[in-house]
């Protein structure tokens, strides 16, 4: 009885252990990023081939544009020369150029400046940015601020502006960015697509009120709320202390941590569905990743508490590498495409999304600035 009572002790104390040192092993970490990386990398070695799914599209989507995000997260942290490679050899076959030309307004096409700036910081050189330029100029001096009619187009778009503000030393980027960001925040839909009530937000105005999920509650997409969250992450990695409105997005990013910590599940996964576990409420590897990044840049930079969310964060990170990546680097649970947490079910472990590049996009902006935390 003695003997099974100690190993019951160490048993418990060993898995406590396991448990609070899986943020502490770095090469873990970086080995869990690797791994997946990899199998991306592998699977794709032409950076240019399009991407067929239910139709063919280039390869500068927005899909592809968040995995170069988390790529070069990868990089920052772990620089290896194919990771540079790969990336560049991406925007040059594109000519540093934008799905739909130079004059679009829509996030998603120009989602893939964010790498552009992050490729020419490293090695400048002007054709880098000449479409980026032009494009992002066309925003800058045209007066719509309507652009972000959906919260996914505040992460594609938001750091865009952000970069090049830094990059020009011209807060004119910064104001511009803030105003579309408040006009998606308070005035798309009937009074903006943020709930300050709940600290959530709704994907677009198709899903704010009247409209209710069948239990009753407002309908917050996992993914779609990951999207803001991240966005502000990055952005305040981005910008300086002391730029305009710094404190605004601080803010909201205080808020909405706040909001996911109660509803986080108990396997450390997020739902789908935010509010209604029973609508499609499984695990879902993509909006998880991107809460883990907003809050793991929150406690690094000391706008969130560690002892608060660093439980939450190592049950959410535990949850991704344990249950949704495999030994060959493909993750699991990822919902493919949509706006709601009805598309793409149902999700499985091994069920193969119709992109997998954008969940991979969060895994690796989750794991960067994991890999990033103080011991």
């Known amino acids: 009885m003695k003997k099974l009572l100690l190993f019951s002790v160490l048993s418990i104390f060993s898995i406590k252990s396991l448990s609070a040192q899986d943020l502490s092993d770095k090469k873990q970490i970086l080995k869990q990023m690797i791994l997946a990386n990899d199998y991306f990398m592998q699977k794709w070695p032409d ?209 909405m941590a706040a909001a996911l910590v109660p509803i986080q599940r108990a396997d450390g996964f997020w739902n789908v569905s935010l509010h209604d576990p029973t609508n499609f409420g499984g695990k879902e590897t993509s909006g998880t990743a991107l809460f883990v990044y907003g809050m793991a840049y929150g406690v690094n930079t000391g706008i969130l508490k560690k002892e608060t969310y660093l439980p939450v964060i190592e049950k959410a990170w535990k949850a991704i590498t344990t249950e949704s990546l495999h030994e060959n680097g493909f993750l699991g649970y990822l919902q493919s495409t949509g706006k709601e947490p009805k598309d793409g079910q149902p999700l499985s472990y091994d069920k193969i999304p119709d992109f997998e590049d954008y969940g991979l996009g969060c895994f690796l902006l989750a794991g960067s600035e994991i890999y990033k935390m103080k011991n």
């Open 47 to 255: 950076t240019g081939k399009t991407i067929i799914t239910n139709k063919e599209r280039p390869s500068n989507i927005w899909t592809r544009g968040v995995y170069y995000e988390g790529l070069m997260a990868l990089h920052e942290i772990f620089p290896k020369e194919n990771y540079y490679d790969y990336a560049y050899a991406w925007a040059e076959f594109h000519k540093w150029g934008f799905n739909s030309g130079n004059t679009t307004r829509n996030a998603d096409n120009y989602c893939a400046a964010q790498t552009y700036i992050d490729l020419y910081n490293l090695e400048p050189d002007a054709k880098k940015l000449k479409n980026t330029k032009a494009n992002i100029n066309m925003l800058l001096n045209t007066p719509q601020l309507n652009d972000w009619s959906w919260i996914d187009a505040i992460q594609m778009g938001m750091p865009v502006f952000a970069k090049l503000g830094v990059l020009e030393k011209d807060n004119r980027y910064f104001e511009k960015m803030y105003d579309m960001y408040m006009y998606s925040r308070n005035k798309h839909g009937d009074n903006g697509l943020y709930n300050p009530k709940e600290g959530l937000w709704w994907r677009d105005a198709d899903f704010d009120p009247p409209y209710k999920e069948p239990n009753g509650k407002n309908c917050y997409w996992s993914r779609g709320n990951g999207w803001v969250i991240a966005a502000l992450a990055k952005v305040l990695t981005i910008i300086p202390e002391n730029a305009p409105h710094r404190e605004q997005y601080v803010k909201d990013l205080k808020a």
